[in-house]
């Protein structure tokens, strides 16, 4: 069975800052990992698929790297906007989603 | 594109939830849906999937024997059954759409599926 970890659980940051998200997968999932944020009360948004490539119309802010089992996402000098759940999702045998990291104001 | 989800639903526990997902903006037959569900202040779970091209599907192994994935062709719409529901599956369900080599791009804006004695 696929596991995606994702840490820290939460991560407080400042505003202006930069941040950077942990996601592991339990076997090696080559760079099929994709990223997604989730507002309060919305629908989750893809940011990054192909552990790397910003989807459409995301800000060059985020950015994503990693293969195999370890990926990170970074977000540069953190707007507002940005501190909500991001989530990672393998999709190299069907889906699994990662945890969740919250990213809270410091 | 857009995925639009029917509304919110009430159900008693032993009951059945069957929610649609009309889809628009794109050939429906050219990409799978996914059902994701999210109980409330919890992370996503990915249900299953289903492809509108033959109907065929796939089932997280918990879902089996409990949950139905269906499409319509003729209306682009993708429906999920839920049966035999507790409390446990209140929660907001997604449908959301699949694209090869990028996993889910559109998703739905969500029903809210609540289960109350």
């Known amino acids: 069975e696929m596991v995606m970890t994702q840490s820290p659980a939460s991560l407080s940051v400042s505003p202006g800052e930069r941040a950077t998200l942990s996601c592991k997968a339990s076997q090696s999932i080559g760079s099929n990992l994709a990223w997604y944020q989730q507002k309060p009360g919305q629908a989750p948004r893809l940011l990054i698929y192909?552990?790397?490539t910003r989807a459409t119309g995301i800000p060059a802010r985020f950015s994503g790297s990693g293969s195999g089992t370890e990926f990170t996402l970074t977000i540069s000098s953190l707007q507002s906007e940005d501190f909500v759940v991001y989530y990672c999702q393998q999709y190299n045998h069907w889906y699994t989603f990662g945890q969740g990291t919250k990213l809270e104001i410091k | 594109v857009q995925l639009v989800q029917s509304g919110a639903e009430v159900k008693k526990p032993g009951a059945s939830v069957k929610v649609s997902c009309k889809a628009s903006?794109?050939?429906?037959?050219?990409?799978?849906i996914s059902w994701v569900r999210q109980a409330p202040g919890q992370g996503l779970e990915w249900m299953g999937w289903?492809?509108?091209?033959?109907?065929?599907?796939y089932y997280v192994q918990k879902y089996m024997g409990r949950m139905s994935m269906t499409t319509d062709a003729s209306t682009n719409t993708a429906y999920m059954e839920l049966r035999g529901l507790t409390s446990d599956d209140t929660a907001m369900y997604y449908c959301?759409?699949?694209?090869?080599?990028?996993?889910?791009?559109?998703w739905g804006q969500g029903t809210l599926v609540s289960v109350s004695s």
């Open positions: 289903i492809t509108a091209y033959n109907g065929d599907t």
């Open positions: 959301v759409r699949e694209v090869t080599s990028i996993s889910h791009d559109y």
């Open positions: 192909g552990a790397s």
């Open positions: 903006g794109y050939t429906f037959s050219n990409h799978g």
